[in-house]
């Protein structure tokens, strides 16, 4: 196996490796650790049944259900289809992952990692680009990330500012909401110690102590001083690939930049995380 990265910050290749094989301990651990280091792994050449590519994902830790069962593969419902023939009930075309976010942070114990694989891609474009928080943390002016210390976002399944955003479907919208789940602003990696930005802009209600539209204009703030061409790795999609993200240091957007008539699918995955940590 080889681990090669594809910049400084955020991105790296892993060739030479069938994960449908047997992978010793100590190859495992080299995954895991290549991940949290480089944030986005691209693993190549891959080629998985469902029932495959879930036991591949599962050398990275334990999967968990996910939002929108509708989208679970009946035979595998660990599995879900992120596909762009999805129509949600009002027919609109369903825009999976169209704004930046990071996945069910209305959980306790949101997600550590989510992965995708390639079924079938368009011609050119389909995009998904991963950012890395951790380094978004670092660049902020010292007294901005004091000021940030200790506060917490309220997440709830979607959250009041969602329909200034893109993609969010009407099914989404028709959730009946759960008990809101606190989340920290700025979160301690567990493996490398280092700090993040954590939050989803749809699923933050708002930030304890703050009106929403406050709430929102900050998230704003903290999302533009994070989109920097060095902290993204925008993958384009090979046939083969399955991708996989650090959640705890990362967000994530899907790009709509193909043509919607060509068929774009993938099979996403959830690893189970911990407990948040605040800094
Ligand atoms: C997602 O947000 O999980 C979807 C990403 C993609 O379709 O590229």
Redesign the pocket.
């Known amino acids: 196996m080889k681990v090669s990265k594809f910049a400084p910050l955020i991105g790296a290749e892993v060739t030479g490796i069938d994960l449908r094989e047997p992978i010793d301990a100590e190859t495992r651990h080299q995954l895991n650790a290549a991940l949290v280091d480089n944030v986005a792994l691209v693993i190549r050449d891959q080629d998985f049944t469902p029932p495959q590519y879930l036991a591949a994902v599962s050398l990275f830790g334990e999967p968990m259900p996910q939002h929108f069962t509708q989208y679970a593969l009946p035979d595998c419902p660990l599995v879900h289809e992120?596909s762009n023939r999805h129509k949600d009930k009002s027919g609109q075309r369903v825009k999976?992952?169209a704004g930046w976010?990071t996945?069910h942070t209305n959980h306790v114990r949101p997600p550590k990692y989510?992965c995708?694989f390639a079924v079938s891609l368009p011609s050119s474009g389909g995009d998904?680009a991963v950012v890395n928080m951790r380094a978004a943390y670092e660049s902020l002016p010292r007294d901005i990330q004091q000021s940030l210390q200790g506060l917490k976002t309220v997440n709830v399944f979607q959250g009041s500012a969602a329909s200034n955003y893109s993609g969010q479907s009407a099914d989404a919208q028709a959730e009946k909401k759960p008990e809101p789940v606190l989340q920290p602003l700025i979160r301690v990696h567990p493996d490398s110690g280092k700090n993040a930005l954590y939050f989803h802009p749809v699923k933050t209600e708002n930030i304890v102590g703050m009106s929403p539209s406050n709430s929102q204009k900050l998230l704003n703030d903290l999302l533009e001083r994070s989109i920097k061409d060095e902290f993204i790795y925008r993958h384009k999609w090979r046939k083969g690939d399955m991708l996989i993200w650090d959640n705890r240091a990362a967000m994530?957007?899907?790009h709509f930049d193909y043509n919607p008539e060509e068929f774009r699918l993938?099979y996403?995955v959830l690893v189970r995380g911990e407990l948040p940590i605040s800094a």
């Open positions: 992120v999976h992952g976010h996945d989510t995708l998904t994530h957007k899907a993938l996403r």
